[in-house]
């Protein structure tokens, strides 16, 4: 066996033969895959083959597509055959709401490149004759839509790999991984022990197992899942064509033809989470207990919904594991706290996205940066809250939810609370409507006394609507507060403080007592954070961003952490707090604390540590909101007593509790852009406006400044507007397409109704040559286009005379 390789690879599932594959096609040949049976010997061997392009993230969307397109050229490199069946695919809508979500499905698919297309009940009967359409108000026809043959394809990635120059170890479990000091790891096999400069964890039903050899836990979990194949049936197999595939959300099934028959499998409420305390090591290719009690209800529907079923008699039945991650998506990319090891687990539909898990996977490994934002599968994108018996909550939340629709106010009931502050029981009481980010809860809205603390999910404008409304007039006339908790907070402090945060961010870093907006940027040149950076002391630092985004922004601030002289730490948790926003802001903090907080001692983005009341603050001029407002963060102890001062005080100055409904309200008026909707790493400062953020002078080889340097030289093709949009009832959420002159030539990046000026708004992308003041568009939203209009400036306070005041 040969003792040193620049990868391996864990596991031969299908997962694992598209790393190897994508990895040599980006040109790195010394590639080892390492599997403990044969291939295909964990999930994969038993999957029903099925692929569609459906998902509600649009990057996870066109991997699915990249994904499809490739199993052709697979089969043309390598001469296997993966019995491609391109049939399409339906999905079904029973409901009003339904018919809506396939809507903005559909639009979404028109800007990403997809030819889906809505479907009357009567095409849906000329497509699937079998189908009964009772009930049915349309369906989403995507022509991409098909299944092949689980071991085909995964033979077929593993053989183009081999021609490429990679080598598979069959028959090997690999016993143990241990770090070395410089970096590699040794990889315990049962043959031998082999040196991996880099490790990828693709042990699919096992990864659980073999991330803990490395002393991490992947926060994933397997489930049952049962399908069942029919045998022959005469209305299937007498048609000229192929059955496309049809998912019946309401029967929580899908359903293809399988030869002469059918196959149907289903996404039943009674689920059950498999291997709890961990998967087997001799578990191998056996099959679970079929149960068909669990499904049964399903069934029942089934039959109704495809009245052939009915007459057949069952061939197979199924009941296999797979595994999948708290919100479904796959677990990619660099483990936090480890030095070159990889995630490449939680992959639920191995032949929807094991080739986008591949692609963005290899280039990674080899360029540094995946192509295109991939925040919906990083593994980093949840933290240590995420924990074992958390895990299989979502889990079980998810598989049950896999055929609910997805609303963009919804907030998901499983393993909550979690994470709370001290302040939680105070907004309680105060009828407080809860959401969760990276296991926090948060305040959305304060729902009426005497109403039920619940926000109906909804794509139109919800129940919340009217107070929200409140709450956003309260911080505009007088004053407002909320918490600060839901920031991702870091201290950076010693004497290479000041040249690390130099190199890792992209603007400038403030004087002593002052704050900056600084975008921190990949070496491509994207946008992976948007920071607040306060200067403390000379070499003591805030910084502040997303709160969901502490995983994925430690691992960046770890991995490029000089030897010494910095010492870095996430105190995201410990200094909490509240903002206090709107003209009289100041006025109330001026009666709080004996520190001169004037506008000439502290003026518009500055820093402070001073006493609040009793306690301890720091105290950062700066307001989400665009108003003249304060974050005023102090030890988590002191939080509600920080409260107590602060209601005391504001009182009789109209001070009013608000939540982040509000807040995403108010910030549409100043056209401030949010993490992961306008700032990801998708995009460019350049295309955002974050550019006026970026010091392009500054000495400091920063990372990512030879890309916007040259990026500044050519000019960006597209740039961030603002539109007011004509809506009715239903604002612009995100991904909706924009229209101008008949052609579909951007898409809605975020937005929602302004309360403060009354008006509907969106952000989204135009080509730059579109860009003018009172340029004339149309949003799609379901399905209707919407009149909108581009305006180049704020709606409030343009020239921040108010902000600055
Ligand atoms: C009943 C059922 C139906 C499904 N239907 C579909 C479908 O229609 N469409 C779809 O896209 N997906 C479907 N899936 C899901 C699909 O099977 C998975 O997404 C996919 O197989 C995951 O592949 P993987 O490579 O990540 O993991 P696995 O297939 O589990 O592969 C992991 C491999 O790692 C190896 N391994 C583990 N530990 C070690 C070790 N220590 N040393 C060496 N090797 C190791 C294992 O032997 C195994 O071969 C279905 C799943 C089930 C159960």
Redesign the pocket.
């Known amino acids: 066996m040969r003792s040193h390789a620049r990868v391996v690879v864990?596991?031969?599932?299908?997962?694992?033969c598209s790393v190897i594959y994508h990895l040599t096609r980006l040109g790195w040949k010394d590639v080892v895959l390492?599997?403990?049976?044969e291939?295909?010997?964990?999930?994969?061997?038993?999957?029903?083959?099925?692929?569609h392009t459906l998902n509600a993230d649009t990057n996870m969307a066109a991997l699915q597509g990249y994904t499809i397109r490739l199993y052709r050229e697979l089969e043309e490199i390598t001469g296997q055959s993966c019995s491609l069946h391109h049939v399409g695919g339906l999905t079904l809508a029973e409901s009003p709401e339904r018919l809506d979500f396939l809507k903005s499905a559909r639009a979404m698919h028109r800007h990403m490149g997809l030819d889906t297309e809505l479907v009357t009940p009567d095409e849906i009967r000329k497509l699937s004759p079998i189908t009964n359409t009772d009930g049915v108000l349309g369906a989403l026809y995507d022509p991409l839509d098909g299944?092949l043959d689980?071991s085909g394809t995964t033979h077929a990635y593993a053989r183009a790999a081999q021609m490429q120059g990679a080598e598979i170890m069959l028959r090997?479990?690999?016993?143990e991984t241990n770090p070395r000091t410089d970096g590699s790891w040794d990889v315990v096999?049962e043959q031998g022990n082999i040196v991996a400069e880099q490790l990828v964890n693709?042990?699919?039903?096992?990864a659980r197992?073999?991330g803990a050899m490395a002393g991490v836990y992947l926060p994933l979990h397997p489930m049952e899942?049962?399908?069942f194949a029919t045998d022959s049936i005469p209305e299937v197999f007498e048609r000229d064509a192929e059955l496309p595939h049809v998912m019946d959300p309401e029967g929580e099934s899908y359903l293809r033809q399988e030869g002469k028959g059918l196959v149907i499998?289903f996404y039943e409420q009674d689920c059950v989470p498999w291997a709890v305390d961990g998967t087997r090591w001799d578990f191998g290719h056996e099959l679970l207990t079929e149960n068909l009690d669990r499904i049964g209800d399903s069934m029942e529907f089934a039959f109704k919904r495809y009245p052939v079923l009915a007459e057949a008699g069952i061939k197979t039945i199924?009941?296999?594991?797979?595994?999948f991650a708290a919100d479904g998506n796959p677990l990619v990319g660099p483990v936090p706290g480890l030095r070159n090891y990889w995630s490449?687990?939680a992959?639920?539909?191995?032949?929807?996205?094991?080739g986008g898990v591949g692609l963005t996977l290899a280039e990674w490994m080899i360029e540094g940066e995946p192509s295109r934002d991939v925040f919906a599968m990083d593994v980093a994108r949840f933290g240590d809250y995420c924990n074992p018996s958390y895990t299989r909550l979502k889990v079980t939340e998810n598989y049950q939810r896999r055929f609910t629709v997805s609303y963009p106010n919804e907030e998901l009931p499983a393993a909550r609370p979690l994470d709370t502050t001290p302040a939680y029981g105070i907004w309680q009481q105060q009828n407080a409507v809860f959401g969760a980010a990276y296991g926090m809860e948060h305040v959305n809205y304060f729902a009426p006394q005497g109403e039920e603390p619940y926000e109906i999910p909804s794509f139109r404008r919800s129940n919340a609507f009217a107070t929200v409304g409140e709450e956003c007039r309260a911080v505009r006339e007088r004053v407002g507060i909320n918490e600060v908790h839901n920031f991702g907070k870091y201290e950076v402090c010693g004497p290479g403080a000041f040249q690390y945060l130099d190199t890792i961010m992209a603007g400038k870093i403030p004087a002593l007592g002052r704050i900056s907006l600084n975008p921190m940027l990949s070496p491509g040149g994207k946008i992976i954070g948007d920071f607040t950076v306060g200067r403390l002391q000379q070499d003591v630092f805030q910084v502040t961003a997303s709160f969901a985004a502490q995983a994925y922004h430690m691992r960046w601030f770890e991995q490029h952490l000089p030897g010494s002289g910095v010492q870095l730490t996430n105190v995201s948790q410990q200094r909490i707090g509240f903002q206090i926003a709107g003209p009289k802001a100041q006025e109330l903090l001026g009666r709080v604390t004996r520190a001169d907080v004037s506008t000439t001692a502290m003026p518009f983005l500055s820093i402070r540590e001073i006493d609040v009341g009793q306690c301890q603050a720091i105290v950062q001029r700066v307001s989400y909101t665009g108003d003249r407002g304060y974050e005023i963060y102090v030890p988590w102890h002191q939080q509600v007593a920080l409260y107590q001062i602060l209601t005391q005080a504001g009182t009789d100055l109209g001070l009013r509790p608000f939540g982040m409904r509000a807040m995403m309200s108010l910030r549409l008026d100043k056209s401030f852009g949010s993490w992961m909707r306008e700032f990801k790493p998708d995009y460019t400062p350049l295309e955002t406006g974050l550019d006026r953020f970026v010091d392009y002078r500054k000495d400091t080889d920063y990372i990512g400044k030879a890309a916007v340097l040259a990026e500044r030289e050519k000019g960006a093709t597209r740039q961030l507007c603002t539109f007011v949009v004509e809506a009715r009832d239903a604002d612009a959420v995100a991904w909706e397409p924009i229209w101008h002159q008949g052609d579909v030539v951007g898409y809605v990046t975020s937005g929602g109704y302004s309360h403060h000026s009354q008006k509907s708004i969106a952000f989204g992308f135009l080509p730059v040559n579109l860009v003018e003041e009172g340029r004339e568009v149309e949003i799609e939203i379901l399905g209707e286009m919407i009149a909108a209009k581009l305006y180049t400036e704020p709606l409030f306070d343009p020239k921040n005379d108010y902000l600055r005041g």
């Not at 390492?34 to 049976?37: A, C, D, G, K, P």
């Not at 693709?202 to 096992?206: I, Q, S």
Request: glycine share 20%; with cysteine.
């Open positions: 864990i596991g031969g599932g299908v997962v694992g390492i599997e403990r049976s291939l295909t010997s964990g999930s994969t061997w038993h999957a029903a083959g099925g692929f299944h689980p090997n479990p690999v016993l096999t693709a042990a699919g039903l096992w197992e073999v899942h049962q399908y499998g199924i009941n296999g594991p797979f595994t490449a687990c992959v639920m539909a191995g032949f929807s996205q094991g």
